[in-house]
Every structure is written in C-alpha cells, then in structure tokens.
C-alpha cells in the first residue's frame, strides 16, 4: 500500500513510517493532508479499525469518489479505495425503477453511486454497524440524494437507510436487485437474499476465495442457496487481489 489518502487525512503503512521516521511532518505539505496515521488492523463484525494517530488528530473528513461525497470518521470506520471501479459499474447497471436492497451499506460506498447517478426506484441501505449508520445518513443528506425524484411514486424517498442485521431485515424486503458487497462471511447471508429476491432478480455476490476455487466455490455457494431456483451465472470476476493466493471476486447472477 505505502499509503492512501482519505479526504484530508493519510494512511500510510510501516514501510513509509520508517522510510519518513523524524520527518513525517513532510507527508503533511506533499499530500496537503492536516492528519497521518496507520491502521494496524480492522477486527470483528463491525469491521473497526485500529488507528495510530501519528501527526494530528482530526480523525473526521469526506472523502470525494465518483463525485460522490463519503463522510466519515478513520477511527471508527474502514474505507477501501480498492473498488472504486466496482461501485460505479454496479450503479451503472441498475434499471429504470429497480428496487435494490444493499445488505452490507456501511456508509453508502455502493448505495449512494446507485442513488446518484441511476434511475432506481428505492434504495434499502442496511447496515448493522451504529457509527456506520450514522455516516450512512449523513452522507444521504450530504449528497442530496433524496431531494432527486423517484420515479416510483410510492417512495417519497430514493432511498432509506435501515439499522439492523441483513440476515434478518432483508427477507422482509423484496428486491429486483441486491448488493452483497462484504467478503469475510457473505455466503451466510445467501438464503436471506434469496428469500428477498424477485423471480428473475439480480444478486451481486462478493467473496473472499482461494484464487484456484474462484471459478467454483462462490457459484456452488450460490446454486445451494437457490435450492432449486435456476441460477444463470452472469459474470465472475476479480475485483483485486486480497492476499497471497487469495482474491476478492464479484459474481453476478440472475434468479429465476
């Protein structure tokens, strides 16, 4: 990595903490950030990050992407810049009217591309995370997304963003298209989409696998789910490399 910036404030990884050791205050007028820091590791459910604050302390910012606009505070959420691409594609495959449900929003990375720049017709944004949650609202209001006319016209709102566990708020939903963009634990969260999803509704499916099963284990994962349901495989494809033999693919599927 050596580093990433992040609105105003910088991530940088050890290698460039020795490499600037008693100079680091030079990273701050190079990258015309006010804060740097180093994330030593992202642990549990709630994906928080644990940050050494090394020059500075604001830990709050927003961070431009797509033309989006993503606040949100280093401490306590993780940003990945590595599906930049990714995020845009899929708002740019959303069809006129579609009802999405996004089981994994955090704070809007997928949810608001979708929002902005598609004709959808709702956005369900779920998140289990409260700090998430909280940016998530405010990044629908920063972005203006509900000032937008919905084209359907029984959501005065293009999008809503709901706090609580997918596995239990998606079933209740019902949805022409689904985001399941976290990659530690997604195939869990299968049998809820399919219980959300439309006959011929779209599921984009992201995991986390071994690069020799890429081709198989999220597509087999996916069939028994369906239990039954005709699965027609779309695309399967790796956004980028995770790990040593490791890579985070996306596979898009339709469910009949």
Request: charged content about 25%.
């Amino acid at each position: 990595m050596k580093w990433k910036k992040i609105g105003n404030i910088l991530i940088i990884d050890e290698n460039l903490q020795k490499e600037y050791a008693g100079r680091l205050d030079e990273l701050l007028s190079i990258h015309n950030v006010d804060t740097i820091a180093k994330i030593n590791n992202i642990t549990g459910q709630m994906r928080k990050p644990n940050i050494d604050l090394l020059i500075g302390d604001k830990t709050e910012t927003i961070h431009k992407e797509n033309g989006c606009f993503f606040k949100l505070d280093i401490t306590k959420i993780m940003w990945s810049k590595g599906n930049t691409t990714e995020r845009m594609r899929i708002a740019n495959l959303v069809q006129d009217n579609e009802i999405v449900v996004d089981m994994f929003a955090g704070i809007g990375y997928f949810s608001i591309p979708i929002a902005k720049y598609s004709n959808v017709g709702h956005v369900f944004a779920i998140e289990i995370n409260p700090d998430s949650y909280h940016y998530l609202n405010e990044n629908i209001s920063l972005n203006k997304i509900n000032n937008k006319s919905s084209k359907n016209e029984d959501n005065c709102n293009i999008m809503e963003a709901i706090l609580g566990d997918s596995a239990e708020v998606a079933p209740k939903l019902s949805a022409d298209r689904i985001i399941m963009g976290y990659v530690k634990t997604t195939h869990e969260f299968l049998d809820s989409a399919m219980e959300c999803l439309k006959p011929e509704g779209i599921i984009h499916y992201h995991e986390t696998v071994p690069e020799k099963l890429m081709n198989t284990r999220p597509i087999n994962r996916i069939k028994k789910a369906a239990n039954g349901r005709e699965v027609e495989v779309l695309s399967n494809r790796i956004i980028k490399k995770y790990s040593p033999g490791v890579v985070h693919t996306v596979t898009d599927v339709k469910i009949y």
